[in-house]
């Protein structure tokens, strides 16, 4: 074998070794089959070090497969009128199919939360089996009476809410809520600016699954590398969609669900979930590669 040959496959070799890439670029060798390569803010690479240098790299190997890339979702207050048919928002009344019947818990009307175009959001970055065209539609009662009355509305948590699923976008109409809703149940309109970023589990996520059982290290991760994770790269709590959830309060839940969608509390368009506190929807990542989104169930928490 010629020489020169040989000593360029040595090179290569070492390369692979150093950096990971034989094409010299800073993307990640670390294979996700959901944090693309493609997400660089941070990269894998970059949390990578930060664990380490948090005394936390024995987990890398573990913590690498739930690194999740979710939206960041900032609202611009928007007149309804000047927000296009289809189009992703927060509030305001939804836009759906005509023949759609409004949902209700118990004779209590649901409250139109959000609406999420897929389309509009780069689905093949976060999974390729995941839904990508269509609209997401997200119901729930807004009613702080029903709420601290009756205990059953938060037990019965997947069914205290609605999240409707059209396919197809073409025959869409800008429905009014019904009359039993009152002010402040209907909220305010906002359209969103969108930001893809990769998201931490929570201690409690990892603790809950088996993942990382020390105390002393769930306390590292929780007090010191996460918080330090969320300071440089400026992560905010917001309305959120896929991604992990942005934990108040406990943060775990089985490693088969994803957070679909997390809405926050905000004054100017109306809502607040239990003093300033946020509303998850949760499904099973199964269900949502299949469109399947009866058994979606909610957790409200306070701050």
């Known amino acids: 074998m010629n020489i020169l040959k040989i000593l360029t496959a040595c090179i290569l070799l070492l390369r692979l070794f150093i950096i990971g890439d034989l094409t010299g670029s800073d993307t990640p060798a670390y294979k996700h089959t959901l944090a693309s390569n493609q997400i660089t803010d941070p990269s894998m690479r970059e949390i990578r070090k930060m664990l380490e240098e948090a005394g936390l790299g024995e987990y890398w190997d573990t913590l690498k497969y739930q690194i999740l890339p979710g939206f960041y979702m900032v609202p611009t207050m928007t007149d309804e009128n000047e927000i296009k048919l289809g189009a992703s928002k927060i509030g305001g009344h939804p836009d759906l199919p005509s ?116 105390k002393e290290d769930l306390d590292r991760y929780s007090l010191d590398f996460k918080p330090d994770f969320m300071d440089t790269y400026e992560r905010e709590i917001g309305f959120r969609f896929l991604g992990h959830m942005s934990a108040l309060q406990y943060g775990g839940h089985p490693s088969d669900e994803i957070q679909l969608f997390q809405a926050d509390s905000d004054y100017e368009i109306g809502m607040e979930w239990d003093s300033f506190g946020l509303l998850h929807f949760f499904i099973k990542a199964d269900d949502f590669k299949k469109g399947f989104f009866e058994n979606v169930y909610t957790y409200r928490v306070g701050t």
């Not at 389309?119 to 702080?144: A, C, K, Q, R």
């Not at 409707?164 to 359209?191: C, D, G, H």
């Open 99 to 214: 023949s759609f019947q409004w949902p209700s818990w118990r004779n209590h009307p649901m409250s139109f939360v959000a609406q999420i175009n897929l389309e509009e959001f780069p689905m093949n970055l976060v999974n390729p089996e995941y839904p990508s065209t269509g609209i997401l539609y997200f119901f729930y009662v807004y009613d702080y009476e029903l709420w601290y009355t009756d205990e059953d509305y938060d037990e019965d948590k997947m069914n205290n809410n609605v999240v409707y699923y059209v396919p197809e976008t073409a025959e869409l109409v800008r429905m009014k809520p019904p009359a039993a809703l009152s002010e402040e149940q209907i909220f305010k309109s906002a359209i969103l600016e969108k930001k893809l970023e990769l998201t931490l589990p929570d201690s409690d996520y990892l603790e809950a699954n088996g993942l990382m059982n020390n």
